[in-house]
């Protein structure tokens, strides 16, 4: 099987979400996914331990003019999944196995800052709680995602 992706297609991609250059290696031949650009999520951190990202409100609304409770997950999910990858090591990669968010407080504007700590990483499991907060640092929701470490396939 011949895979159509070429090493550092995706450097513009990665550089213009703020992925740092030590990761482009890792990234370079999937990018970061067309979900996540099209949501304009940036990343500001990144590590197996904490990662700390922003999405605009703007365009990733629903139809009552908050933010969609389904663009938090996406920001969450983002957070946890690169977090675990990374966790795993080369070779390996993290498969989502569970997702859970609770919706505290809504937001209609401005960015939204997503933290994402890790609860436990382990060899086959990473748990990351992510805290998704406003401007002015007020929780708007909190989710947590497991994900599974697998060996890449052969």
């Known amino acids: 099987m011949t895979d159509n992706f070429t090493p550092g297609a995706f450097t513009e991609e990665l550089a213009a979400a703020g992925i740092p250059d030590h990761l482009h290696d890792w990234l370079g031949r999937f990018g970061i996914g067309a979900l996540v650009v099209k949501m304009g999520i940036r990343f500001l ?26 663009a938090h997950v996406v920001l969450a999910e983002t957070l946890g999944s690169f977090s675990a990858g990374m966790h795993a090591g080369p070779g390996r ?7 859970n968010a609770t919706h505290h407080r809504s937001i209609t504007g401005g960015l939204v800052t997503g933290t994402c700590t890790a609860v436990h990483l382990g060899r086959t499991l990473a ?25 890449d396939a052969r």
């Not at 990144?46 to 409770?69: C, D, F």
């Open 93 to 99: 990669h993290a498969v989502g196995i569970e997702v």
């Open 45 to 70: 951190e990144m590590s197996p331990e904490r990662s700390v990202a922003t999405m605009p409100v703007e365009g990733n609304t629903q139809v009552a003019g908050i933010l969609h409770g389904g």
């Open 127 to 151: 748990t990351h709680e992510i805290v998704m907060t406003d401007d002015q640092g007020r929780r708007l929701s909190t989710a947590r995602i497991t994900n599974m470490l697998r060996d």
